[in-house]
Structure formats: C-alpha cells, structure tokens
C-alpha cells in the first residue's frame, strides 16, 4: 500500500491547482485520471465548443461581407479543418495539463480509474493508495435519459460530437438549453440544417422570459428552427437517419434529421466510484453531499467541481478549488455561499449574467429596480453591425445593491464583469453611475442605463 498526503481522483478544472498547492507545500500528492487530462472544459465542453463558436462566428461575419464593405466569393466550410482547429486546441490544453503534472515535484500522476476501498483507502489498477485526505473531482457526463427508442437509433453527446468530421445535413438537437443552443448556433452557422427540440415551452428555461425569447430571435433570424413544447420525445430509425417524435402543440408531430444530438442535462461521474465502501452520501441525483467548504459527510474527504452539485461551470470548480485550497492551507474560511451566481451563454453574440434573474427577484418579495436598455441604443454596437440583444439590471431598492443582470448582446460575456465586482464588492449600483468609462464600449452605457432604474412593474 503506497501512502500520500493527499490523494485527488480526477484532472478536472479543480484537482490539477490543487494537486499543485499540497505539492508546492512539500506534501506527497497522487492525483489519478482515467481519461485525457483537464477533463471536461478541456476536451469535450468549453476550449472546444469555444473554438468551434469562434470558426462559426468568423464564416457568419464572412457570409455577411457586403455588409461591412467586403465582397468574398462562396464561403466554403472545410469541416475537417474545423475540426482540426478544434481538436488542436484541445490536445494543446489536456497537454499543457498532464505536462505541469508530471513536472510537479511531490506530485505522482496515476493514469486509471480510482475507486474507494474504504475512507482512506483508493484502489487504483489493483494498487491500493493511502491518504489521510482524499479529493474527489470525478466531474460529469452527458446525461442519456430512458426515452422511447434512445437505443434504436446512433445519437451524439458532447463528448461523441468532438469526432465527427462531417456536416450533418439535418442536425437535430434535443435540449434547448446552454449546451445545446451552443451547438445549434455552431452547426447552423457551419452549414446544416438546424433543429432544437425542447420539452419546455421556451428555450433556456432558467432565465428570465424575455431574455429566452431575445436568444430564440438571434437564432430564428439565422434560421435555426425551434421546437418548443415537446411533451413525448422519442426517436425511431428513418431512411434520412433518426426521426425525432415530438407531439408538439404546434406543428408536424416528428422532424426528420441525419444526426440526434442529445443535450438533456448531465449526470455525475459518482456511480462508479465505490462511494458506499466509503460511506460517503449522495442525494438522489448522485451528486456528493458537501457542506459550505466542500467536505463530505465523511472527514477527510472533499468533493469539488460539477460531482458536488453546486456549480456546473469550470469558474465553479475552480473556485472550489480556492475554497478548499484557503480553508487547508491559509485559515482562510471561504465558503461556496460567499460566491455570487456568474456565467456564459456563448451564443453569438453572448449572454453574461450574474446574480438573480428578474423573476427570482419577484419571487423573493423583495423591493427591487430594474432598467432595460436594448442593444440597438449602444453605438459601438451599432458601430459593429451587431445589435441583437439588451442590458437588464436590477437592484435592490433600500441598499441600492445590484441583484442581477442579464447583458446578451456584443461583448456581453466580458461588460458582466463590471456589475459582478461591485456586486462582491458589496457597494451601491452608485459606484458605477460615478465612474468614468471609455468611450466606445458597451460598459459605458452601464451608467447611463443604470439612471432609468425605474420599481418593479
Ligand atoms: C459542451 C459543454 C460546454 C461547456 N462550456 C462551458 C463554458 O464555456 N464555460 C464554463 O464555465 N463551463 C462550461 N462547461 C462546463 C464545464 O466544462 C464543467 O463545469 C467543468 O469542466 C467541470 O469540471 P470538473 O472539475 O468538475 O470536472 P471535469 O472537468 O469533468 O473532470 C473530471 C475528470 O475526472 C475523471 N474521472 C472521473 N471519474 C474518475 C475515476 N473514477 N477515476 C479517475 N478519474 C476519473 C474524468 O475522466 C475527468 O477527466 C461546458 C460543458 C459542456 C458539456
């Protein structure tokens, strides 16, 4: 039985850094990956989804040539290097990951699934490896629900998707949520047919409504065709590939398509992992159990990023990793409740948003202000030619505190950060009424939107 300080199963966006700090404090790590390293951001989520958005966005702005002054002959997509951009940017991260691993004095790397024998104990290729604290950072997979004929017909995930070398000519996605709409937007804009398919009434269904029906237009516009309200979907063998069920309330009751994408949501990777050898909990989803720093029900065992439920981000995760890190290492008592809700929608152009959305403010009772500012009103939007999408904030009416915003529109992933800092800064929306913004961006219009802060209708 081979002894470490601390064993972390699992290179995801938080058992790399982490591995890292016991490391750089002189402690013996084993950290233990059964796949590529870096997990999913790396090779099936964000650096890939992001590559391909940024080669679909460059062939849309290059269809729409005449527009800024340019004329190109047809744009011609060579999806096999598409794919080869992609495929690179990944290798060259899962690599940069396992490289600073194996270069990690104090750090053994163990490449194979690891398993709990008991509450200390891990068994890894019939080795068995001992640590004091163990740190599960298994992460998450594409979620293949039970519906009608699911194992009839060839289906993609994320992750199947990142091999496919072709251009569907009817590319059919069941999920209109984040993952899916990414992929809607990439594919439409590469060339195929493009079908979302959602059970929900609208898209996106956690954000607010006008921001679902914002994202439904900049895709509509482009010719995505959006199924809502499909209450029974199954899926059945056609002759053009997969027929996709729907009994939708509007519309043919099936869409025909060459390729299913299935974007329902995720599933933890915990099922496999000898959890009860351990006694560690779950909750009926499977996702570990964890307090405000992480830690399981059983002591000395953490779980951090997408397996613990509390976030399913690669920010999440890696906060995590900060939690648990300055909690450990620094007597620094962070917790997963002093973080404030942030994330993307790369569409294009993005969705940023933090905090609550407007219909959680409404739920909460609470006396707030709110301000909506479409993007057409922004010049250097206009300046762009890109003037899909609005600025909403809200804010707390007797601390002034901002509550949530919502920016979809040009630069909107990157002009959120600016609302999120005050919000962790805890200080009046005022702060950013005084401040002097450059001109022309979107940020400067913040101050200017947050002037017609008006009560809740
Ligand atoms: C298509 C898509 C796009 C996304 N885009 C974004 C985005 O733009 N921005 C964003 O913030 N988030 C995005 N996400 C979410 C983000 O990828 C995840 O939240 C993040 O990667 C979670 O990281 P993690 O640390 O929890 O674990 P993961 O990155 O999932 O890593 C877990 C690792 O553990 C390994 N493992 C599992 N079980 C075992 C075992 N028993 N033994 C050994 N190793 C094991 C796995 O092989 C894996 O390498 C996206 C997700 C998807 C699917």
Redesign the pocket.
Do not use: M, P, W
């Given at each position: 039985m081979k002894h470490f300080d601390a064993i972390i199963?699992?290179?995801?966006?938080?058992?790399p850094p982490l591995a890292a700090r016991f490391a750089g404090a002189g402690k013996s790590v084993a950290i233990?990956?059964?796949?590529?390293?870096?997990?999913?951001?790396?090779n099936?989520?964000?650096t890939p989804?992001?590559t391909l958005v940024a080669s679909a966005r460059a062939i849309h702005v290059a269809r729409r040539g005449a527009e800024f002054g340019f004329v190109v002959g047809d744009v011609r997509v060579d999806i096999k290097r598409v794919k080869a951009r992609k495929d690179a940017a990944s290798a060259s991260s899962s690599k940069g990951v396992e490289d600073r691993l194996r270069g990690t004095e104090n750090c053994t790397v163990i490449q194979?699934?690891?398993?709990f024998q008991s509450s200390n104990t891990v068994v890894?290729n019939d080795e068995v490896l001992q640590a004091d604290k163990i740190f599960i950072?298994?992460?998450?997979r594409?979620s293949v629900p039970e519906m009608p004929g699911i194992h009839d017909v060839p289906f993609l995930t994320?992750s199947s998707i990142m091999d496919l070398d072709l251009l569907p000519e009817h590319f059919i996605v069941i999920g209109g949520s984040y993952?899916g709409l990414?992929?809607a937007q990439i594919y439409r804009r590469l060339g195929s047919e493009v079908t979302i398919v959602e059970m929900g009434p609208r898209l996106i269904g956690r954000e607010d409504e006008d921001v679902s029906q914002a994202v439904r237009e900049i895709l509509e516009a482009e010719g995505v065709n959006i199924r809502v309200n499909a209450k029974c979907i199954s899926l059945a063998r056609h002759d053009c590939g997969v027929a996709v069920g729907l009994t939708c309330e509007e519309g043919p009751p099936e869409v025909l398509g060459t390729h299913v994408l299935l974007a329902v949501g995720?599933t933890p990777?915990t099922s496999?992992?000898g959890l009860d050898q351990a006694g560690i909990a779950t909750d009926h989803r499977g996702y570990i159990i964890v307090d405000d720093q992480l830690q399981t029900n059983v002591p000395g065992i953490w779980a951090?990023?997408?397996?613990n439920g509390r976030?399913?981000?690669?920010?999440?995760?890696y906060n995590d990793y900060e939690i648990v890190a300055d909690n450990l290492f620094n007597a620094d008592h962070r917790r997963v409740s002093d973080r404030i809700q942030a994330?993307?929608l790369?569409i294009d152009p993005p969705l940023g948003r933090c905090g609550m959305t407007e219909a959680e403010i409404r739920r909460s009772g609470r006396r707030a202000l709110a301000a909506k500012y479409p993007m057409s009103q922004v010049s250097r939007a206009y300046e762009k030619c890109e003037t899909q999408g609005f600025i909403k904030v809200c804010v707390d009416a007797e601390t002034k505190q901002i509550l949530g915003a919502a920016i979809l529109g040009v630069g909107g992933d990157e002009v959120i950060h600016v609302l999120l800092d005050v919000m962790y800064a805890k200080a009046p929306y005022t702060v950013t009424q005084r401040a002097m913004h450059i001109h022309p961006t979107v940020a400067e219009y913040l101050p200017i939107i947050l002037a017609k802060l008006e009560p809740f209708a």
């Open positions: 199963i699992g290179t995801g966006q938080a058992g233990v990956e059964r796949d590529k390293f870096g997990g999913t951001c790396v099936t989520g964000c989804t992001k194979g699934h690891a398993r890894v950072n298994v992460g998450a594409a994320n993952v990414e992929f995720r990777n496999d992992l951090l990023g997408d397996c976030g399913a981000f690669t920010h999440t995760s994330y993307g790369f």
